[in-house]
């Protein structure tokens, strides 16, 4: 059912979920992987895999609103997005299957919101693992596969989705320097948010403005942190939310401090969706 009010008092509310309902996407949106938002009018998303090179903006109805082709880029696979203080977006093309890509990349594009054309020029911001030794590794170590992305103080924090056999859990959180060149990503922290596979598999981040709750999402659950310090996420206050559903939720951002949005991929008859959550 779509949302036809500018207020999010009037969202749906989904009986089979603990998420709300905004609206339906547009078709073209059938495997968005990554969301950010500027304001409670209008929302941008990237796709993944095999999908066009650009990034699209919808309004609240479900409707694309503009769309901006990102020149000098491919996409190989984007999974998430992020932004800076200064409106700056970075496309994050770091999904990796099968651990076996050399040439990760995050896009880094002027803010999408001022741009008056219908395409845009980004910064390359290269990167690798230096724990990541044979590509691909042999299958319990298979954790170089990564869906997150945000941004925090000058530095691009991707945490990497598990696809280890047997899965042990483990989400590595790395940080790399949000500008132009080649860098070292560096390990800053190791989570084990659970070990059930179909649960505990990152796929998607955002930080609030405020920098003090970081939320990741994976397929039906919501890990919700607070009360870090630094880049030790781990040490921190860690809520474990049941969104109630199964659906392929591939994205989350903030829209306010309390306030998130998500999003699914088409799945047979369910999914592509945006979704209201409220933290209180």
């Known amino acids: 059912?779509?949302?036809?009010?500018?207020?999010?008092?009037?969202?749906?509310?989904?009986?089979?979920?603990?998420?709300?309902?905004?609206?339906?996407?547009?078709?073209?949106?059938?495997?968005?992987?990554?969301?950010?938002?500027?304001?409670?009018?209008?929302?941008?998303?990237?796709?993944?895999?095999?999908?066009?090179?650009?990034?699209?903006?919808?309004?609240?109805?479900?409707?694309?609103?503009?769309?901006?082709?990102?020149?000098?880029?491919?996409?190989?696979?984007?999974?998430?997005?992020?932004?800076?203080?200064?409106?700056?977006?970075?496309?994050?093309?770091?999904?990796?299957?099968?651990?076996?890509?050399?040439?990760?990349?995050?896009?880094?594009?002027?803010?999408p919101e001022e741009e008056k054309g219908k395409k845009t020029k980004a910064e390359e911001i290269t990167f690798y693992y230096p724990e990541q030794k044979k590509f691909p590794p042999k299958k319990k170590y298979l954790y170089y596969d990564a869906e997150s992305l945000f941004y925090k103080n000058g530095y691009l924090y991707i945490v990497t989705k598990n696809r280890s056999h047997p899965f042990d859990g483990k989400a590595f959180v790395y940080k790399v320097p949000?500008?132009?060149?080649?860098?070292?990503?560096?390990?800053?922290?190791?989570?084990?948010?659970?070990?059930?596979?179909?649960?505990?598999?990152?796929?998607?981040?955002?930080?609030?403005?405020?920098?003090?709750?970081?939320?990741?999402?994976?397929?039906?659950?919501?890990?919700?942190i607070s009360d870090f310090k630094g880049d030790t996420f781990s040490k921190g206050k860690i809520k474990t939310i049941d969104l109630g559903t199964s659906n392929q939720l591939e994205s989350v951002c903030f829209l306010n401090k309390k306030t998130l949005l998500l999003s699914d991929e088409k799945k047979g008859p369910t999914g592509r969706n945006m979704y209201s959550f409220n933290l209180d």
């Open 1 to 111: 059912m779509k949302f036809f009010a500018p207020l999010f008092a009037l969202f749906i509310f989904s009986c089979q979920s603990k998420l709300s309902t905004i609206t339906e996407l547009p078709k073209d949106l059938n495997e968005n992987s990554g969301i950010v938002s500027f304001n409670e009018k209008f929302v941008w998303f990237v796709e993944d895999s095999g999908n066009a090179d650009k990034i699209y903006q919808t309004n609240f109805k479900g409707k694309i609103t503009k769309t901006l082709e990102i020149k000098n880029a491919t996409n190989k696979d984007w999974e998430d997005l992020a932004k800076d203080k200064q409106g700056n977006v970075y496309v994050g093309d770091i999904g990796n299957n099968h651990n076996k890509r050399k040439d990760l990349v995050i896009y880094k594009i002027a803010n």
């Open 178 to 224: 949000a500008k132009k060149g080649h860098h070292k990503a560096e390990l800053v922290d190791t989570l084990n948010l659970c070990k059930d596979w179909n649960f505990c598999q990152i796929t998607s981040a955002d930080i609030s403005p405020d920098g003090n709750q970081l939320v990741l999402l994976s397929y039906g659950k919501l890990f919700v």
